[in-house]
């Protein structure tokens, strides 16, 4: 396993980290603390998680990702040996149930974010806390035209960091990171940080696959030059990059059958670019999904590729990635892929 710093903190983490977001309602917890076991076994040590998993979110279950976290930690004794990631959940109306449906990045929804997952997560810190997404009107989850709302309402930035500067002050949040966020919101979070207003971020999740590579235009420059560096989530585009549904398939229990409204890694560009890649790796002796996998795991401006499974099979091929560097050969292949469809799932 290769380690990286997390941005400018004294914190290593794996160059992959164990997504959880199943936990709790695709996987149970006996489960999880297999994933988390045998993760941990082959070097992983940071683990990413959010307050309103498990996904799909629901009343009932959201939280309880969290909760099988903290048992594992709780029953193997290793909180000092886990770097844990989580998030706090941003403006949205489709959470009634999350602190009353008004989800803000101030001081109070902060606070009380982080006192809830403290407790089920059963301990007194978390190693880097997340902000979900902007508490801003922008073009995230896909979207890729700007839309300016001027009347719109947000939390300052100034207000949003005075409250993590109290908790991580508190002791209870070592480092803090940006998730599903745009230049100009990482810009601002790091230069108010350099003028002495609050923790500096250390990290940016978003998304980044082949099906989506627009962060190296967008943010590349940004995490390299800021040291605030890309965690990729779904970088098996939610698993469609395995080529598992290809030709119609519909696995039984897998995401897409199991939530067939979520469009964002669908459509004839999609399965185009998936059925090339899908054909680019077989045609030079490669597992889809490790190729998929090695390639985000490489880029420079990168700290950890986020994998996620509900198998142990499926887990297990992807941790082995880590150790498969792909020839100048399979790269230019790539590239050329990439340059007939450039950004069709953003």
Not at 63 to 81: H, P, S
Not at 298 to 319: E, V, Y
Request: charged content about 25%; hydrophobic content about 40%; some cysteine.
């Amino acid at each position: 396993m290769r380690y990286n710093r997390l941005g400018r903190s004294e914190i290593e983490v794996s160059a992959l980290c164990l997504g959880t977001m199943t936990w709790g309602e695709q996987n149970s917890e006996a489960e999880g603390f297999e994933q988390m076991d045998y993760a941990f076994e082959q070097g992983i040590n940071f683990l990413d998680t959010a307050e309103m998993y498990s996904i799909a979110t629901r009343a009932e279950t959201y939280g309880r990702t969290e909760e099988i976290i903290g048992n594992w930690m709780a029953a193997r004794g290793n909180r000092d040996k886990v770097v844990v990631a989580t998030k706090v959940v941003g403006p949205s109306d489709r959470f009634p149930y999350i602190r009353g449906g008004t989800t803000r990045f101030n001081r109070e929804h902060i606070t009380a974010a982080l006192e809830a997952s403290l407790k089920r997560l059963r301990c007194d810190y978390v190693d880097l806390y997340q902000l979900h997404w902007p508490d801003r009107n922008t073009n995230t989850f896909g979207q890729l035209a700007y839309e300016h709302d001027a009347e719109e309402e947000m939390t300052s930035f100034e207000e949003t960091l005075a409250a993590l500067d109290d908790v991580v002050r508190a002791g209870k949040v070592r480092t803090v990171g940006l998730s599903n966020e745009n230049p100009w919101g990482a810009m601002r979070f790091l230069t108010l940080a350099e003028a002495g207003k609050g923790p500096r971020m250390v990290s940016v999740q978003n998304a980044y696959s082949f099906l989506n590579r627009s962060f190296e235009t967008r943010m590349a420059e940004v995490a390299i030059r800021e040291d605030c560096r890309l965690l990729a989530y779904a970088p098996l585009a939610a698993g469609t990059l395995t080529g598992k549904y290809l030709d119609g398939a519909q696995p039984a229990g897998a995401r897409r059958v199991l939530w067939p409204d979520n469009p964002r890694y669908r459509g004839a560009q999609a399965d185009a670019a998936i059925r090339a890649y899908v054909d680019l790796a077989r045609d030079h002796g490669l597992d889809p999904a490790q190729m998929a996998l090695s390639f985000v795991a490489s880029r420079p401006f990168l700290t950890a590729a986020i994998i996620g499974a509900t198998s142990m099979a499926q887990l297990k091929t992807n941790i082995a990635a880590i150790d498969l560097d792909l020839s100048p050969s399979v790269l230019a292949d790539i590239e050329a892929v990439h340059k007939i469809y450039t950004y069709p799932c953003p």
